[in-house]
């Protein structure tokens, strides 16, 4: 065997016969690692799917053809304080809080809510440090001004609340 391969080794690798030779190996080595292949799983048990043109519904199954495995986690849930940016709770707890004041159509209760509102924020996020607690005010006196110029308030009733504030975020 090793004699034939010395004397036609040009042959062999050279043309039609190379490509031959090397298509036949392909095809068997592909063979070969096709039957030791299983099937993938994959479970998204409590994972939101949306908008998918694909999936939508329970009990939905599919099958990947697949060289190898992959195994895919869910993440693990994240702390509350993660979850929700605390401007982002800042500003969900200033919308509740306003539209809670507007069916009494109480000025006072709009004055009042502002500290009311910060301070279950710092309850909920204890940890800030100064240039969160300095973005907070600032978006604060933001909302007041914008509610000022909404409803035609006067921006120096707000004085007390937002000394209260600033006093809660030290």
Not at 126 to 135: G, H, T, V
Not at 146 to 155: A, I, Q
Request: aromatic residues 8%; proline residues 5%; charged residues 20%.
């Amino acid at each position: 065997m090793m004699k034939w391969f010395s004397e036609n080794y040009k042959w062999l690798f050279d043309g039609v016969a190379g490509a031959s030779l090397l298509a036949v190996i392909g095809y068997v080595m592909h063979r070969f690692r096709g039957s030791r292949q299983g099937n993938a799983v994959l479970t998204a048990q409590g994972a939101n799917v949306v908008d998918s043109p694909v999936a939508s519904g329970s009990g939905i199954t599919q099958t990947i053809n697949s060289p190898f495995t992959v195994n895919v986690a869910l993440p693990t849930p994240l702390a509350k304080e993660q979850v929700v940016p605390v401007g982002r709770y800042l500003q969900e707890r200033i919308v509740q809080k306003q539209r809670e004041v507007a069916h009494s159509r109480n000025n006072a209760g709009l004055i009042a809510m502002w500290p009311e509102v910060v301070r279950e924020t710092m309850s909920e996020y204890p940890n800030l440090s100064p240039a969160e607690k300095a973005s907070l005010r600032g978006n604060v006196e933001g909302q007041i001004r914008l509610l000022c110029t909404r409803t035609g308030m006067d921006m120096h009733s707000f004085t007390t609340a937002l000394q209260e504030v600033a006093r809660i975020l030290g």
